[in-house]
């Protein structure tokens, strides 16, 4: 079977086993974007600078993870700003050029009141904060890189690659395993294999249609899994999982 693309990006870094994560992923020759929160970095510093010195990429996933539609316009520029500033200060001292800088937003929450539910048409986005929040982010020189591999309608319908924040095509959803009432029940390991196996995975963000995804499309993925303590023992158990299927990790230039 031929192979597809994959990206693979994970939110929440550096937790404390934040650098098993760099072992495991590094012996299996997975290359790896990681999306930080700027407090956690201020904790861990030492692990960021590791992690860049051995060729990953850590990109900028705010400073306190806050849901962006509930605070006020400055709120979100401060929380760009301020993980901006130490992810630049982390590269200097790792004694490499922060070539490529990116932006996720918490829970995909562009911060235009739609709470992250992209693909729900009864969320109407509000345009002025939207455009303020990008221009934030453009003047600092972010950008998304192109994604023509990507050959989702679900995705270039809700324009999520017409602005310079970075969504994903697929969520593992392994989050949901250590909520009180687990999302769309994904309450363990099981759980996520069994979704991963589904022609039509549904997604927290709203309805994707019947359109053919995941393993029944040739499209490119951009994968999302996060870096919690609490998932930490079946990270591993995930990785090799998606070593099983037809995918081909590569890094986002």
């Given at each position: 079977m031929k192979k597809k693309i994959a990206y693979l990006t994970i939110d929440d870094s550096p937790s404390s086993s934040f650098m098993e994560k760099i072992d495991y992923l590094e012996?299996?020759?997975i290359p790896t974007i990681f999306f930080c929160i700027g407090q956690l970095m201020e904790q861990r510093p030492a692990m960021i600078i590791e992690s860049i010195q051995r060729g990953f990429q850590i990109a900028n996933h705010s400073y306190s993870?806050?849901?962006f539609s509930q605070i006020s316009l400055e709120q979100c520029k401060t929380e760009i700003e301020k993980t901006d500033q130490i992810i630049t200060s982390?590269?200097?001292k790792a004694g490499v050029e922060w070539k490529q800088k990116w932006f996720r937003f918490p829970y995909g929450d562009k911060g235009d009141l739609r709470n992250g539910e992209v693909f729900n048409p009864r969320k109407i986005s509000n345009p002025e904060r939207n455009n303020f929040i990008q221009k934030v982010l453009i003047?600092?020189?972010y950008t998304q890189p192109n994604w023509d591999e990507v050959d989702y309608h679900f995705m270039t319908k809700a324009n999520l690659f017409t602005e310079v924040d970075w969504h994903w095509t697929f969520d593992i959803m392994e989050w949901a395993t250590i909520e009180y009432k687990p999302t769309m029940g994904i309450k363990n390991l099981h759980k996520i294999?069994?979704?991963?196996d589904?022609?039509?995975p549904k997604d927290c963000r709203g309805n994707l249609g019947s359109e053919?995804?995941?393993l029944q499309s040739d499209s490119a993925e951009i994968i999302l899994l996060h870096d919690h303590e609490e998932t930490t023992p079946i990270f591993n158990s995930i990785v090799d999982r998606l070593l099983?299927?037809?995918l081909e990790f590569k890094m986002k230039k």
């Amino acid at each position: 079977m031929k192979k597809k693309i994959a990206y693979l990006t994970i939110d929440d870094s550096p937790s404390s086993s934040f650098m098993e994560k760099i072992d495991y992923l590094e012996n299996k020759k997975i290359p790896t974007i990681f999306f930080c929160i700027g407090q956690l970095m201020e904790q861990r510093p030492a692990m960021i600078i590791e992690s860049i010195q051995r060729g990953f990429q850590i990109a900028n996933h705010s400073y306190s993870h806050p849901h962006f539609s509930q605070i006020s316009l400055e709120q979100c520029k401060t929380e760009i700003e301020k993980t901006d500033q130490i992810i630049t200060s982390l590269y200097k001292k790792a004694g490499v050029e922060w070539k490529q800088k990116w932006f996720r937003f918490p829970y995909g929450d562009k911060g235009d009141l739609r709470n992250g539910e992209v693909f729900n048409p009864r969320k109407i986005s509000n345009p002025e904060r939207n455009n303020f929040i990008q221009k934030v982010l453009i003047d600092l020189n972010y950008t998304q890189p192109n994604w023509d591999e990507v050959d989702y309608h679900f995705m270039t319908k809700a324009n999520l690659f017409t602005e310079v924040d970075w969504h994903w095509t697929f969520d593992i959803m392994e989050w949901a395993t250590i909520e009180y009432k687990p999302t769309m029940g994904i309450k363990n390991l099981h759980k996520i294999f069994q979704r991963l196996d589904e022609p039509l995975p549904k997604d927290c963000r709203g309805n994707l249609g019947s359109e053919s995804r995941w393993l029944q499309s040739d499209s490119a993925e951009i994968i999302l899994l996060h870096d919690h303590e609490e998932t930490t023992p079946i990270f591993n158990s995930i990785v090799d999982r998606l070593l099983e299927y037809p995918l081909e990790f590569k890094m986002k230039k």
